[in-house]
């Protein structure tokens, strides 16, 4: 009898970056990071910026990827749909390292209410945060290779 194995798709709005076979994949998670094996039970679940990673026999794979959502489905197949990602051999070190300091300071020195009067985020801030979380989710792919 042939070993279980998932299937793991990557995609973005520009395509599919990742189709791979793969024996365990680790996804980040809003609610924290989380491991896929063989005969997972499916489930929806919504993604931060972060790195995925998936082995395939005793090889290790890593992407950056930004939110989105990962589908755990019926067949051992897992569905990775993020906004965007970036293998760490594609990351401007120097640059993303910058471009966090240059984020972090502005979410230090931020003036206005986080949380508008409607209860919603303001998207000013929204957007910088994100910014912030691509930018050391590429650079936390270029350290765990």
Known sequence: MEPEILQLEIVT?????????ADEVLIPGTKGEFGVLPGHIPFLATIRPGVVTYRVGDKTEQMAVGKGYAEVGLGNHVVVLADRS???????VDQRREELSQTELQLR????????????????Y???REAYEWA?????????L
């Open 86 to 92: 970036q293998r760490a051999t594609e990351v401007d």
């Open 13 to 21: 709005p520009l395509g599919a970056v990742v189709d791979s076979k």
């Open 109 to 124: 020195n931020w003036a206005s209410p986080i949380i508008l009067e409607d209860g919603s985020v303001d998207p000013e």
């Open 126 to 128: 929204q957007a910088i």
């Open 136 to 144: 050391q989710a590429q650079l936390d792919v270029t350290r765990k």
